[in-house]
């Protein structure tokens, strides 16, 4: 079964840039979940979630339009992590991060899908 732990500063001052890394057990990013989209979601204080990106396993990049021009998605796959970095972030950008393995269908939704696999999520808060 497939199993996904966030990792990264639980702090960030503005400016500076968010990096958080998914760690995926259970089996290989590539090899055996070649259905998932791996994607990086948050959700901030209050609010519904935001989907920010999300790498297929082509190691091809998408992002959501409002956070293109400072995301970035990479994968390790030798590590079987794939990675979120976030630039010049602001108090608007402290929210739970969460990693996901989605279906390609499930992306978008505005809650987790039974058929997806979630890790389980981790706070960031951006401040000075």
């Known amino acids: 079964q497939v199993q996904l732990q966030e990792s990264g500063p639980g702090l960030v001052k503005p400016s500076q840039t968010l990096s958080l890394t998914c760690t995926v057990s259970g089996g290989s990013i590539i090899t055996k979940y070649v259905y998932y989209y791996w994607a990086w979601i948050r959700q901030p204080p209050g609010k519904g979630l935001e989907w920010i990106g999300y790498i297929t396993r082509s190691g091809v990049s998408v992002y959501t339009t409002s956070l293109a021009s400072r995301t970035s998605i990479s994968w390790d796959t030798s590590k079987n992590q794939f990675t979120l970095q976030l630039r010049s972030v602001t108090p608007e950008d402290t929210a739970v991060y969460y990693c996901?393995?989605?279906?390609?269908?499930?992306?978008?939704?505005?809650?987790?899908?039974?058929?997806?696999?979630w890790g389980q999520g981790t706070q960031v808060t951006v401040s000075s």
């Open positions: 996901a393995g989605v279906l390609p269908a499930n992306y978008g939704l505005e809650s987790p899908d039974t058929r997806d696999a």
